[in-house]
């Protein structure tokens, strides 16, 4: 069973930093994607990056590129995406995602498993 845990998040002032971490076990493929999603309120989730097993591929959305970071550790257990430059439109609940399969999309329904979410929020 797929699970994964996401930390990190929490309230921080517009140009601060944030590191967020996902947890992932249960993978048993070698071709999958692990994604980062965000859902501000009122809003539709959005994709915000992504990388891919084996090759480390990355994908940003234009909103983010230049500012946020995503890697992950050489046992493939957990992914971190490193926040700069963060902006108010930044706040939203970050989600990360499973795709089997090869390719780094970043549409939410292309995403087999789920974690809880965890809060960003980039405030005064």
């Known amino acids: 069973q797929v699970q994964l845990v996401e930390s990190g998040g929490g309230l921080v002032q517009p140009g601060g930093s944030l590191r967020l971490s996902c947890a992932v076990s249960?993978?048993?493929?070698?071709?999958?994607?692990v994604g980062w999603f965000r859902q501000a309120p009122g809003k539709e989730r959005e994709g915000v990056s992504c990388?891919?097993?084996?090759?480390?591929?990355?994908n940003y959305a234009d909103s983010v590129k230049g500012r946020f970071t995503l890697s992950r550790n050489t046992a493939k257990t957990s992914v971190h995406l490193q926040m700069n430059s963060l902006k108010f439109e930044d706040t939203a609940v970050y989600y990360c995602?499973?795709?089997?399969?090869?390719?780094?999309?970043?549409?939410?329904?292309?995403?087999?498993?789920w974690g809880q979410g965890t809060q960003v929020t980039v405030s005064t």
């Open positions: 990388i891919d097993s084996p090759w480390n591929d990355t």
């Open positions: 249960g993978v048993e493929v070698d071709y999958y994607t």
């Open positions: 995602a499973v795709k089997l399969g090869v390719g780094t999309p970043l549409t939410p329904r292309l995403y087999d498993y």
